[in-house]
């Protein structure tokens, strides 16, 4: 009995960690849109990471919460999925 409740404890712990992430995900999803969007309406350029690298440019064009297109001097076009951005830095 007591094997059974502690199984069962693990796994609503599981549950509702795998829940809160994709609840951080998805806000955190929304907060890169708006510094995207922020970006794009001050024509202001800005770094993004992603998994280790950088990619610097000013925002073009957002399509949704998908992707998101940069232009840079070095660069005419990039385009970058959303929920690959670890991070986001505005100057």
């Not at 960690?17 to 510094?35: K, W």
């Not at 024509?43 to 950088?54: F, S, V």
């Amino acid at each position: 009995m007591r094997k059974l409740a502690r199984n069962f404890i693990l796994v609503a712990l599981i549950a509702a960690a795998s829940n809160s992430g994709s609840v951080l995900a998805q806000d955190g999803s929304a907060a890169f849109t708006q510094l995207l969007e922020q970006s794009m309406k001050d024509k202001r350029g800005i770094k993004l990471y992603l998994n280790g690298e950088t990619v610097s440019g000013a925002v073009v064009k957002i399509e949704g919460s998908q992707w998101v297109e940069l232009r840079s001097q070095e660069f005419s076009r990039i385009v970058v999925r959303i929920d690959r951005i670890n991070a986001i830095a505005v100057p």
